[in-house]
Structures are given as structure tokens and as C-alpha cells.
């Protein structure tokens, strides 16, 4: 990809590798689990001419370094809160994902100051609730337990193959386009076989067991909306995130511009990119961020 530069940048103690390109406003891109920088790739091609595009891959993911134990979204907040501050960025767009819109409900909710407006395609935010366990979820949420668990490590980690497995599991099965990932599965496969990268991204996981845990009981405490500019795309095919869950969102987000995102699945950047591009520059260019 053309202009495309890769960065260290120390913040709280860690270095975090950051992919950046194209020139404008700033946009940061917050990726999923299993993904790293590289899944925004098709999305920073088609935005680089209007925007600058800021793709960190997460403490415990890719090429930044590992937690020595559970980090969840707000301390990965804390480090996206330095991460701008280190790149001199006062004010951003936050467009995230899966793992990346929990960071960015955490982010704005201790930062609204650094946010210029919220997009989001398919994340749990509080008003799931207990449906995330609902008997027919079951066989779809399991992982979010058993990569909780040192038998996940020692088994997915067994070998380059079975961590192959694992992660191409999860980026197929979740796609409404199969292929999604095709062109890129091996290197999703080698950078979750280096060294750390499963550990780091099942941190999150034991980071967030208590409030899954919470929310799974209705048992969550009340939390104020957030008042920033929030475009919500749900994916039509998510397995794991029905369109029917976006019934609350309302209550987290009260300046709210929500609608389906028709023919694709959990991973909209990645299954439609000329969309999911136009979405989100439609949606900033609506709000004055462009």
C-alpha cells in the first residue's frame, strides 16, 4: 500500500506498533479479536485521500507489546488516550470494532475531549444484557470462556498449524463472505503464532469476564449515555451479533445515527470495504470531520 509507514511509539510503559497513511483529519482505527492493523488495510486504502488513518494494533496483539496479564478495554483506553497525546493529535474521529468498540466506549467515557465522533460496526455494549447467554447464543459465545483458560493456550498453541485453525475459524465462520480473509489468512495465522499474540489477545477475555459476567446476570450498573457524535453499522449476517440487539442502543449512545448494513457479516471492513469506507466517511463528513 502506497504511503503506508509503520511506527513504535512508547505510551505507558509499552511500545505499540502503528500503521499510518494518507493525509486530512485524523481517524483512529481500533481492530477486533482475532485481528491486528491489518484487517482496516482495504478500509485506510480507500480513506487515505481525505483522512489520515491511525491503525494501532492493541496492547497483546501484532507487533506491540504483551500484557503480563488481563488488560481489558479501559486499559487499553489509557494507552489509545497516550497513544494521540504521543502523535500530538488533540481532537480524533474513534472508528472501531468487536474488541475496539469496547475500547472506544471506555475511551470516550474517560476522554470525550479527544473525540470528534464514534463509528462502530458490531461490538456488546450494556444493553445486550443476558441475551449474549441465551440458549441459542450458546454454541456461538463459547470461546469468550475457553480463551479464558490455560488448556486454550497449550492446545491453540500446540503448533503454527492448530493456531492456523483456530484463528481461520473464527474469521470464516463469522463472515458472511467466506473469502474475506482469504488473501490475508496466512498472515493472520503467522502474526497470532508469534510469540505473546495469543496470550495478549486472550487477556482481554479474562480482563472481561467480571462484567460479562455482570450483564449476563442484568446485573451491570447503570451508565450515563454518551453524548459524542456515534454512527452505528450492524451487520444483516452476524452469527455472533444480531441486528436485533441494536433495540438499546439508544440508552448508551444518545446522539445515535444506527442502521443495518445489508449483505455482509461480523467483519464489514473486510467483507465490503467500499461500503464500509463510504459509511464512515459519509458519517464524518456529516458531522464536520472532514
Known sequence: ??????????????????????????????????????TWEPVMERLAARHTLIA????????????????GADDQAADMAALLD??????AGIVGHDVGGAVIQALVRAHPELCAGLFLFDFV??????RLGAPDQLSEIWYQSFNQMDLALTLVGASRESCAAYIGHFLRHWSHRKDAFDPVMDAFADTFWKPGNLAGGFAHYRAAHAGRIAMLKGEAPPLPP?????CVRWAEHDPIFPYAWT????????????????????????????RAAA???????RIGWA
Open 1 to 38: 500500500m502506497d504511503g503506508l509507514e509503520h511506527l513504535t511509539i512508547r505510551v505507558n510503559g509499552a511500545d505499540l506498533h502503528v500503521a499510518r497513511c494518507g493525509t486530512g483529519t485524523p481517524l483512529l482505527l481500533l481492530h477486533g479479536w482475532p485481528e491486528f492493523w491489518l
Open 56 to 71: 494501532p494494533d492493541l496492547r497483546g496483539f501484532g507487533d506491540s507489546d504483551k500484557p503480563a496479564g488481563p488488560f
Open 247 to 274: 433495540d438499546r442502543l439508544g440508552e448508551t449512545f444518545s446522539n445515535l445515527d444506527l442502521a443495518l448494513l445489508p449483505g455482509v457479516g461480523h467483519f464489514p471492513h473486510r467483507e465490503d470495504p467500499d
Open 226 to 230: 454518551i453524548a459524542v457524535p456515534t
Open 125 to 130: 455494549y450494556p444493553g445486550i444484557g443476558p
Open 279 to 285: 459509511e464512515i466517511a459519509g458519517f464524518f463528513g
Open 86 to 91: 504521543a502523535l500530538g493529535i488533540e481532537y
